[in-house]
């Protein structure tokens, strides 16, 4: 049987025992329904893991021995910035969720012209808390031991506007390049821009030129805004980061 693996929201070096969070507690005790004496594995973001072992259990609280912390890098040597505009139902969620899988580092959701959602006020945030947890399950599934962030909804264009050196690239089905045949090495990672399900204007499109960005091309198919996602992520790690 696979250890369950475990996020804990603070640090955990130099400690030999602790309580796990509420969200922990109620997965451990009332989903995978473990006793004491079963083994987990905790990490908290730094990178490590951290074996343990189950004191003391109730509905309410799960107290664990932990051991020493080992190294466990398990990242992509490519970083990947993706700004996603919002998609409706659970595609969004979907996409966080195989994103984080895939090795992406972090994930900004955007509002475009096109964009078919509409959230804001709190229940913007209770759903960008939502997408954070998103993240860390997958991280619980997929081995990672670090947390992608998910940051605050941006407008595209001022997501466009930010420059940390990373290679910016936006996907068009008449793109004079593809993924393999970029004219620059992402040296310094990538911002991947994924578009609505109707697509961006020509404003937005204009505008992403006038920031720097290139546009690659996927294949002949017109993809899915989840589907695209995906799949560049899936074929720049096979280029320039560590899948395959």
């Not at 139902?89 to 096109?114: A, H």
Request: net charge neutral; hydrophobic share 40%.
């Amino acid at each position: 049987m696979r250890i369950p693996r475990i996020y804990h929201p603070t640090a955990l070096a130099g400690l030999k025992q602790c309580e796990l969070s509420d969200d922990a507690t109620n997965h451990v005790a009332r989903v995978l329904r473990m006793t004491e004496g079963q083994a987990l594995e905790l990490f908290d973001g730094s990178n490590h893991i951290f074996p343990a072992i189950i004191t003391q259990i109730s509905k309410k609280s799960v107290a664990v021995n932990i051991e020493q912390g080992q190294l466990a890098d398990r990242e992509s040597t490519l970083h990947i910035h993706l700004g996603q505009v919002i998609s409706r139902g659970e595609r969004m969620e979907f996409t966080i969720q195989k994103s984080v899988e895939l090795g992406v580092n972090v994930i900004t959701p955007l509002w475009s012209e096109r964009c078919g959602v509409k959230l804001e006020g709190e229940r913007l945030d209770k759903k960008i808390q939502q997408w954070q947890k998103i993240a860390i399950a997958a991280c619980e599934q997929c081995g990672r031991n670090r947390i992608p962030e998910v940051r605050p909804m941006m407008k595209l264009q001022d997501w466009c506007a930010e420059n940390d050196g990373a290679l910016k690239l936006n996907l068009h089905p008449r793109a004079q390049y593809s993924i393999c045949t970029l004219p620059k090495m992402p040296a310094q990672g990538v911002r991947l821009l994924i578009g609505s399900e109707g697509g961006l204007s020509p404003q937005e499109i204009a505008q992403t030129e006038q920031q720097g960005f290139t546009e690659i091309l996927l294949g002949p198919r017109v993809l899915r805004t989840e589907t695209a996602a995906l799949a560049a992520i899936t074929a720049l790690q096979l280029t320039f980061g560590d899948l395959g």
